[in-house]
């Protein structure tokens, strides 16, 4: 069965650091997702993309947050200068169709020390 | 603001019992999914419906649009069954509101 891989599994960075969360979607897919879930807490939507750009986005997607799909294959979540309160599971997603359908990645844990 | 509302938080069941967990919420949708996660993080999407009643081997989701709640019923449980089971409903855009999950656990 198709699988949405994300890599690395757990990552530490210092505080301060740039850390790339890569994910590959399914190849099928057109719409992509990036959630985050901070131990202990629910599963928190970040930011949706489509056709190139950026769809929807939380009010957690700062500016320190960006994404990309640099190859049309990968799927990355760029933080720019991590905070120790970026430390969480980072999932993502993607659907063939909007809405339905959904794909999760089994997640990279980020923790900033 | 909870838009969905999970319950009971924690289960504990004894192999073989039947198991039901319920979402509640608040916004309106055109459907709703289970999610399952792993003891290890992972997430697995289990269901999504808009109507009525799907089943999954032992796995059997209902919801009801008018009353805005659905049920996720595990017959026979297992120890395997042992996650956090979550309940996702989408926003007008690509958005998901999503419960604060249930942890189950099932004892041999």
């Known amino acids: 069965e198709p699988e949405v891989t994300q890599t690395p599994s757990h990552q530490v960075t210092q505080m301060g650091q740039e850390v790339i969360l890569r994910c590959v979607p399914i190849?099928?897919?057109?719409?992509f997702y990036w959630y985050r879930q901070i131990l202990g807490q629910k599963v928190e939507f970040l930011v949706s993309?489509?056709?190139?750009?950026?769809?929807?986005k939380s009010e957690i997607f700062d500016d320190q947050f960006s994404v990309e799909r640099p190859d049309g294959s990968n799927f990355t979540l760029k933080i720019r200068s991590t905070k120790l309160e970026d430390s969480a599971m980072y999932f993502c997603?993607?659907?063939?169709?909007?809405?339905?359908?959904?794909?999760f990645g089994s997640g990279t844990r980020l923790t900033v020390v | 603001k909870n838009e969905v509302e999970q319950s009971p938080q924690n289960l504990t069941a004894q192999e073989g019992e039947f198991i039901t967990i319920n979402c509640s919420y608040s916004?309106?949708?055109?459907?709703l999914h289970w999610l399952q996660q792993h003891p290890g993080g992972g997430i697995v999407s289990l269901f999504m419906?808009?109507?009525g009643k799907k089943k999954h081997g032992r796995l059997i989701a209902t919801i009801n649009i008018q009353e805005k709640h659905s049920s996720l019923h595990i017959t026979a449980s297992h120890p395997r069954d042992s996650a956090v089971y979550i309940c996702?409903?989408?926003?007008?855009?690509?958005?998901?509101?999503f419960g604060t999950g249930t942890s189950l656990t099932v004892i041999p």
């Open positions: 997603a993607s659907s063939e169709v909007r809405g339905a359908g959904y794909t």
């Open positions: 190849s099928n897919h057109l719409y």
């Open positions: 993309f489509y056709n190139n750009e950026i769809s929807e």
């Open positions: 916004v309106g949708i055109s459907a």
């Open positions: 419906l808009s109507s």
């Open positions: 996702a409903v989408p926003t007008d855009g690509n958005q998901f509101y």
